[in-house]
């Protein structure tokens, strides 16, 4: 199979976008219709399931992208073996973490209609996550991109029929609608891991070695997803709904920062992986790093210059406050989008635990800055965030440094699209 990085970084690109659009549209649907007590509830449980899903998932996806990336023996049996288990302790978690925060979180819902909707996003979340991995890694960009679209559409269509419905948030019939979709879409990403991509193998292969691989990974991703999230989780534990939901609105509107910069991470690991040695590795890493440091500042900068048009715009007049919120936590999701770039580099380059060290180093830190400034209100809790998402970046940028052989001056050393050249990569034949 013979592809395109630089038709699949436009496809990224195009489909990061457009899911940055869908967000601030869903964003806007909550805070209009819902309030910022509202948006605070469903941003809560919104957290609880993606945190129940990182984990629960154990990284397999990420396992599944890194096996048929590089070429590894897969039967369809381990597949389906770890979409079921990913998504039963998903499941799980959702449960057990959406009791905890929902009989704490107060707002519009009750705590058994938090628990239900975190349990069942979780779980539907990991069913769809975990082959959506497998088809990346054999650079499935178009159907992997058309996926995740759907699920933001779901998504908001979900919000559409709850908003027609009551003036609270409905928990209970958001989740109902948009996990039968991600049970759909999930399905659909398994018949085509199953069916026709040709590097499934007839080999045998254990379970045991896709959680060697997966579980540092899911540990790196769930202190990102904490890192991302936990700020949200401790401000609703020290403060009111709709001081929670302007938070949201600032949060949210830092995705601003994430669509072209993902649009190269995406990229990253299943091109790093394809690559012959490790130092043609390290400089396809080098090149896209650069790239992504360039359109990530660039999109960070018009983001926080934006800021207090744009949120107002998006969230109406009674959002003025999480414009201050949106300019701290802008500095470190600059940061993070190189971050999680590095780090995708890192899982290319079959070292997943290095993504794990410098989430836990971040999230320590953030930890321990929102323990004891949390109950000062927002601003104080963006500024542990912000610091912890330093730590993150610095954290990652010393240990991708030292595994691909490249300095940090160079990995950090803006480039232009001419990164995308040499673009033609060809899968070798599975085994």
């Known amino acids: 199979m013979v592809s395109s990085i630089r038709r699949d970084a436009w496809i990224n690109a195009a489909s990061n ?65 770890a979409s079921g288990v990913g998504t039963a302790t998903a499941t799980a978690l959702g449960t057990g973490i959406g009791i905890l925060v929902g009989t704490r979180i107060g707002g519009t819902s009750s705590a058994a209609e938090f628990t239900v909707f975190c349990a069942a996003v979780a779980g539907t979340t990991a069913f769809y996550t975990i082959p959506s991995g497998a088809l990346r890694g054999a650079s499935e960009f178009g159907r992997w991109n058309a996926l ?52 499934i193998s007839s080999g045998r292969t254990g379970l045991r070695p896709l959680l060697a691989f997966g579980l540092p990974s899911a540990f790196a991703w769930a202190p990102l997803l904490l890192n991302a999230r936990i700020d949200q989780v401790a401000l609703a534990l020290n403060s009111s709904a709709g001081v929670v939901g302007q938070y949201a609105a600032a949060a949210g509107y830092c995705w601003a920062t994430v669509p072209l ?11 790093v992986a394809a690559e012959p040695d490790a130092r043609a590795r390290g400089e396809r890493l ?7 440091v360039t359109v990530v500042g660039v999109s960070g900068l018009v983001a926080w210059i934006a800021a207090p048009f744009a949120i107002r715009l998006l969230n109406g007049s009674g959002f003025d406050d999480a414009v201050g919120i949106a300019r701290i936590l802008l500095i470190g999701a600059t940061l993070q989008g190189s ?21 836990i180093a971040g999230l320590v830190v953030m930890v321990t800055l929102l323990v004891l400034y949390s109950a000062r209100g927002a601003t104080a809790t963006a500024t542990a965030s912000t610091i912890g998402y330093v730590t993150s970046f610095m954290a990652i940028v010393i240990m991708v440094s030292k595994a691909s052989g490249v300095s940090p001056v160079r990995l950090l050393t803006p480039r232009g699209p001419s990164a995308l050249r040499g673009a033609r990569v060809v899968a070798k034949p599975a085994e």
């Open 17 to 81: 976008i457009a899911l940055a659009v869908l967000g601030v549209v869903s964003g806007s649907i909550i805070s209009y219709r819902f309030g910022a007590e509202g948006r605070g509830t469903l941003g809560a449980a919104q957290v609880v399931g993606a945190l129940s899903a990182g984990f629960g998932a154990m990284g397999l996806g990420d396992a599944l992208l890194y096996w048929i990336a590089s070429q590894r023996r897969l039967t369809r049996s381990l597949v389906i073996t």
């Open 148 to 199: 995740r679209l759907s699920a933001t559409i779901s998504w908001i269509v979900a919000l559409v029929i709850a908003a027609s419905v009551s003036d609270e948030v409905p928990l209970l019939l958001i989740a109902a609608v948009y996990s039968a979709a991600l049970l759909v879409l999930g399905g659909l990403a398994l018949v085509r891991v199953l069916v026709t991509l040709p590097t």
């Open 261 to 271: 910069g993902q649009a190269i991470a995406n990229l990253t690991a299943p091109r």
């Open 286 to 292: 080098r090149s896209l790093s650069g790239l992504g």
């Open 339 to 359: 971050t999680f770039l590095l780090e995708e580099g890192a899982r290319g380059l079959g070292r997943p635990r290095l993504a794990m060290f410098a989430e």
